[in-house]
């Protein structure tokens, strides 16, 4: 959008085959003329957990702003905003077990202090005449209009639930989980995991030959199994990956290995039906 409204170039940091960022290339894409990175902390199509604090130094070191998409991080790590020093970092609440159309942005102070209003309505202004308007502090100025007072509390008792679980024991049980998936899953005859990053979220993609990824979704929901098909919003890295899409299985807290196990059961179920 930034592209069109204001001609910048957009560059994008290449991955290698496991589906990691290659950090040597981007170096290389930075310069002076950097206005602006953004990345995702965690991808949500495979994975793969992106070293953010050495990308947000290396785009500082050039003087451009980061914004870090958090959307699939922030139920998994455990996020400490100051100490990666990122000028912006967003979130989703239906990611942390929250209410739709809800999220975080952050912003470091005095960038937003700096940056206009987007829009207007209640509260956002400070002292209005005919002749002029001033805008009313953080984080007034940015939150036009009545709220959704009801989703806020909501996602505040999402977050405390996930501070009572505790991020350390999510996470460690989460790589339990996914450790027994990639195990499980890479026994299965023709079953290709997408995402094979050394540093990984609860999240497997995969591609199993000769059928195709809707196919797979629809047999196994039949059973019980919920997966998730096509190119999960990430068409350009379905190009470079050479695929049409995955399915890919999320593990969360409340998954079990016996879940896994079905899901075993209900692939090689869909291979029996297909092939
Ligand atoms: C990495 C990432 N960013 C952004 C989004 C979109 O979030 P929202 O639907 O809240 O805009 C998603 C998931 O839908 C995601 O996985």
Redesign the pocket.
């Known amino acids: 959008m930034l592209c069109e409204e204001k001609g910048c170039v957009l560059k994008v940091i290449p991955i290698n085959d496991a589906g990691e960022l290659l950090m040597d290339e981007y170096e290389k894409l930075l310069s002076e003329r950097t206005k602006f990175v953004s990345v995702?902390h965690?991808?949500?199509a495979l994975g793969t957990i992106n070293p953010v604090k050495d990308i947000i130094t290396k785009a500082h070191a050039v003087g451009a702003k980061v914004l870090i998409?958090g959307?699939?991080a922030s139920s998994h790590l455990t996020l400490d905003v100051q100490d990666l020093d990122t000028d912006f970092y967003v979130l989703?609440a239906?990611?942390l077990y929250g209410p739709t159309g809800m999220?975080v942005l952050y912003g470091k102070k005095e960038i937003l202090d700096a940056m206009p209003p987007y829009r207007g309505g209640g509260e956002m202004i400070k002292e209005v005449t005919f002749e002029k308007t001033t805008y009313n502090e953080l984080p007034y100025k940015f939150e036009a209009g009545t709220p959704n007072i009801a989703d806020v509390v909501a996602v505040k008792n999402a977050l405390d639930y996930i501070g009572e679980l505790g991020k350390e024991n999510i996470a460690a049980y989460e790589n339990e989980l996914l450790q027994y998936g990639t195990e499980a899953l890479g026994e299965i005859d023709g079953l290709r995991i997408i995402g094979q990053a050394k540093e990984k979220v609860s999240v497997i993609s995969f591609v199993v030959d000769g059928i195709h990824p809707q196919d797979i979704g629809v047999i196994l929901d039949q059973q019980g199994v919920a997966v998730r098909t096509g190119h999960h919003?990430t068409q350009p890295l379905m190009k470079r990956l050479g695929l049409v899409g995955t399915s890919r299985a999320s593990f969360a807290v409340y998954n079990t290995k016996e879940e896994i196990d079905k899901l075993v059961t209900g692939i090689r179920k869909v291979q029996k039906m297909m092939l």
């Open positions: 995702v965690v991808s949500n998409d959307a699939q989703s239906h990611k999220g919003c």
